[in-house]
């Protein structure tokens, strides 16, 4: 798999045309503190790593809905393998004028670009969420 980011915001874009009340992604520890950010901003109910078997880890995500739409209204990938985007702290973007999140990898892992700004951080932008 080239683009394990992609994969996962595919899956639950996915799982949400469906209504779907849960998904599940093969494990990596970026995929994590991704669907840990979306549990902090409230775009996901809750999630659990299942390790039952130890080279299988899942991460199972618990997908939020207000009524019958779901909380997540687009997800979108913005750096990509073949084209990198890193961009400084003063033009990190702001999603729908601060309504969304964007998530950037920074040198202190991944955070919000509001914590990133806060923190006077720049690095990749990986995705847009709102």
Not at 36 to 52: H, N
């Amino acid at each position: 798999m080239t683009d394990p980011i992609a994969d996962l915001l595919t899956r639950l874009r996915n799982a949400q045309i469906k209504h779907k009340n849960s998904v599940n992604v093969p494990y990596s520890k970026i995929k994590h503190d991704l669907v840990k950010i979306l549990k902090e901003e409230g775009y996901v109910s809750s999630f659990f790593v299942s390790d039952d078997e130890p080279a299988k880890k899942i991460i199972n995500i618990r997908i939020k809905y207000q009524g019958e739409e779901p909380v997540i209204k687009q997800l979108k990938r913005i750096s990509k393998p073949g084209q990198r985007i890193y961009l400084p702290v003063g033009k990190l973007p702001r999603a729908l004028g601060g309504l969304g999140i964007i998530i950037v990898s920074t040198s202190q892992g991944l955070m919000t670009a509001k914590n990133a700004r806060s923190g006077n951080i720049g690095g990749e932008v990986l995705c847009e969420i709102y």
